[in-house]
């Protein structure tokens, strides 16, 4: 299968600082990248759509403020989140959409963030 | 609402026999897309196993197989000679109506496969 990479793997910050994300696809150019959240024992909750050369769209109840979400590029898309504040940690993950597979999605490793 | 039920929060099974997860969903659409990802515990997703929904033969994958049933909209994923690294989380997910890129997620079966 497809391959994404995303980078850090974790990360601790502290409170009021920004903290990027990088989500890469390797072997594939993706138009469309996802970017969920997962708290501990749970599912994976959607946060926003990002759309190559678009403005990203975000799920009910994100803040597009705090979870700056840019994709510049075929092969990248990055998550900033701004201001971080200790109820912003969590386990991020993004996936990447496969061109040439409709409706599949292959996963980045994830990002630990702890915010103190 | 689209939505997708795993009616199994935990499971466990002995190493190599045969363990079921189930997975019921709910959709209007004619044509869709199933799949089943696995979480283990270094918490990379990764794809199990994929069904078309018009394709009446089940998918398989090595060990892995589904029993689609589509007019009651279930899509169990069977484990056959199960083995330790099967231990993870398994979700199952399927996209939402109207061509929406996305994927709805169940809320995942904790599988653990005792030695």
């Known amino acids: 299968g497809a391959v994404v990479s995303q980078h850090p793997s974790w990360v601790i910050c502290k409170s009021g600082t920004s903290v990027k994300i990088e989500c890469r696809s390797l072997?594939?150019?993706?138009?469309?990248m996802f970017w969920y959240r997962q708290f501990p024992k749970q599912s994976l909750m959607l946060m926003a759509t990002?759309?190559?050369?678009?403005?990203?769209?975000?799920e009910q109840g994100v803040e597009k403020d705090k979870f700056l979400i840019n994709h510049a590029s075929l092969t990248l898309s990055t998550l900033t989140v701004t201001s971080a504040h200790p109820e912003d940690s969590s386990f991020y993950i993004c996936?990447?959409?496969?061109?040439?597979?409709?409706?599949?999605?292959?996963f980045g490793p994830g990002t630990r963030l702890t915010v103190l | 609402a689209q939505t997708v039920t795993q009616s199994q929060p935990e499971m466990s099974v002995q190493e190599a026999e045969t363990v079921t997860l189930s997975c019921t969903y709910d959709?209007?659409?004619?044509?869709?897309?199933l799949f089943w990802y696995k979480q283990p515990p270094s918490r990379q997703m990764i794809l199990v196993i994929r069904?078309?929904?018009?394709?009446?033969q089940n998918a398989t994958e090595n060990r892995f197989s589904v029993n689609f049933q589509k007019a009651a909209k279930s899509f169990s994923l069977k484990i056959s000679d199960s083995q330790l690294g099967d231990t993870a989380m398994y979700f199952c997910?399927?996209?939402?109506?109207?061509?929406?890129?996305?994927?709805?997620f169940g809320k995942g079966t904790k599988l653990t496969v005792n030695p």
């Open positions: 990002s759309n190559e050369g678009s403005k990203a769209t975000y």
């Open positions: 069904q078309e929904a018009y394709k009446q």
């Open positions: 072997d594939f150019q993706a138009t469309t």
């Open positions: 959709t209007s659409e004619s044509n869709y897309y």
């Open positions: 996936s990447a959409r496969d061109p040439l597979l409709p409706d599949t999605q292959y």
């Open positions: 997910a399927f996209p939402p109506p109207g061509g929406s890129e996305k994927l709805v």
